[in-house]
């Protein structure tokens, strides 16, 4: 691998398009000199926003037109048939013929993980790909798999899951042997539907680190470094989670302007409100990994600003420069046979 | 139905046993003179809690001796064989032999509703039962079944959910025509599991304002009064809003107990924080239904301190008072019967 990074950066996504990811595209430069980001789409709107950078930085970065923007409302069947130059299909290109090394997207979720699964195909030894965040929890942050892109699954992919949770925990955090939970409903052996049940065989048979069933709190009370679950309940706890979040925000918000000494408490509280609101900072955890396809992308959430953007830029280097995808592949091709025989 | 509602309580349940339970007893007597207590459990040490209340509401109470106890974290297959004398397994006893119009217990999740259903049966038309709770958000209060009584759910399983659901919002809310969304991992019909869609389909051609597919955010976000999943993906969701509650709560102490003015701080915003916790409390939303048996069975949280208790009292008498049961009968009998047809 090169010392150099390219990133493909679809600059059309996201709630903001151009006027974020441009922005945050610059900055990441500025602090990654070892990064180059190919910009991906049209090239107006990007050159109107790279017109305020003018920067060693900036020679770091070059466009690459697509002509077509996905929508976030818009089919991903549809986008995946009748798009063929959206900035999201040409940026995941560029990874498939080698000239980036990963893409990064804040466009339509279910397009780029249709998109990036039909170009891309998955490694050798995985069936399904799957949708890797990094949850923030009371004792540091657990990786959650799969948040949304294989919603119906096999124990198999379950099992594939774990290794890839694993491995690229071990990979981008430097961890000896992870510890992987499997989401349930408690943590006896005998909980859980049947295809949990065949999965927790599975784990146990298998050479991770593997502790067992974990219930939903497990992902916020910490303890666990990867938790393993089906991509339509991993989905769910996501959503519901950022639901949860928002709520508490706009209560406590509304709380602070209601009362009578609200704003005089919120002066008096603000390094403790400030300090608070930086350890669950979503925009720091920004940048879910699609992982198990043959390329690495990146999701960020559509309506990422500049300094989430930079996050999800930053996670995708990271898991270039780890070479998470090679040792995914050197560890389940020769784990796929073993377990064929 | 008499004026007088009875209700069997386990008093040996919970984390605390009767020192929580009796007193929330007592006092939910003190302010609601239409209702009796029947206490469930070891004669001293609920004679010893009795002790300090001589009030009249005393007098609506009385024990009901249990030699028993089912530990919390005692397998409930075995409780359910072995101890057929224990607080749990008398307390719904009484509600089947129609002793007591409900029963509730803030013991071991997984006993209580093994037991219940064992003892109860279901009410014709329901196959299994389910768990609901109420959650508060940000426009009110959502209720949300199953939440883990019944994981393994087919299409017709979760259909029951909706009219159970449906019907006990009519009943204790007094509203016309409740929405229902399915939770699904996107709002397009296309999305989600074989199980869901058909869920869908069986939803859609019912006589009940389906408002469609909603995400996991929508639990929190507000806008739908009852919410459709099955046991598994319900409980899981539910655990991990409590973790990432917990992971808030902590965060926010510890920052305004480490802050330089944390302290005075926490002073001034005070009203501010206090309010927010009240509207958050999640005591006000303890007491969750086991809904579709013969018979009325709270579950009270385990952890339920005894203002938490009392909720869960009077979510049982709301439930008797207003007939959510029969109602649920009158609607599902006619409406299996037109389906079989």
Chains 1, 2 share one sequence.
């Not at 949708?131 to 799969?146: E, I, K, S, W």
């Not at 124990?155 to 890839?164: D, G, R």
């Not at 043959?294 to 960020?300: A, D, P």
């Not at 996670?315 to 780890?322: D, I, L, P, Q, W």
């Amino acid at each position: 691998m090169s010392t150099t990074v390219t990133l493909a950066v679809d600059c059309m996504g996201g709630d903001h398009g151009p006027r974020v990811v441009v922005p945050a595209a610059m900055r990441f430069l500025e602090s990654h000199p070892e990064v180059f980001c190919i910009l991906v789409g049209q090239r107006e709107p990007i050159e109107r926003e790279l017109a305020r950078y003018s920067g060693v930085a900036s020679q770091r970065a070059r466009i690459h037109v697509a002509s077509e923007v996905v929508a976030m409302d818009e089919s991903p069947t549809l986008a995946l048939k009748h798009k063929k130059d959206s900035s999201m299909r040409v940026a995941i290109n560029l990874v498939k013929e080698g000239n980036a090394h990963a893409c990064v997207s804040a466009g339509n979720t279910g397009a780029l993980m249709g998109t990036a699964h039909f170009v891309l195909h998955t490694l050798p030894g995985i069936d399904r790909p799957a949708l890797v965040a990094v949850l923030p929890n009371m004792r540091g942050h657990t990786y959650v798999l799969d948040l949304g892109a294989s919603p119906d699954c096999k124990a198999e992919n379950l099992l594939q899951f774990a290794v890839m949770g694993s491995t690229l925990v071990s990979a981008v955090e430097n961890r000896e042997r992870p510890s992987v939970g499997l989401l349930n409903i408690g943590s006896e052996e005998i909980k859980g539907n049947a295809v949990v049940k065949q999965t927790a065989d599975l784990l146990r048979a298998s050479d991770l680190n593997f502790v067992g069933n974990v219930e939903g709190d497990a992902i916020f009370t910490g303890g666990t470094d990867v938790i393993v679950s089906d991509g339509f309940v991993g989905n769910i706890v996501l959503k519901a989670s950022e639901g949860l979040s928002r709520m508490v925000r706009t209560y406590l918000t509304e709380e602070f302007r209601r009362s009578p000494l609200g704003w005089i408490g919120a002066l008096f509280a603000w390094p403790a409100l400030a300090s608070f609101k930086r350890r669950v900072d979503h925009r720091r955890y920004n940048g879910a990994i699609l992982i198990g396809l043959r390329g690495v992308v990146i999701k960020s959430h559509g309506s990422a600003d500049r300094l989430a953007f930079e996050s999800a830029l930053g996670r995708a280097e990271t898991a270039v420069r780890t070479d998470v995808l090679g040792r995914i592949t050197a560890r389940l091709t020769p784990a796929t046979a073993s377990q064929a025989a």
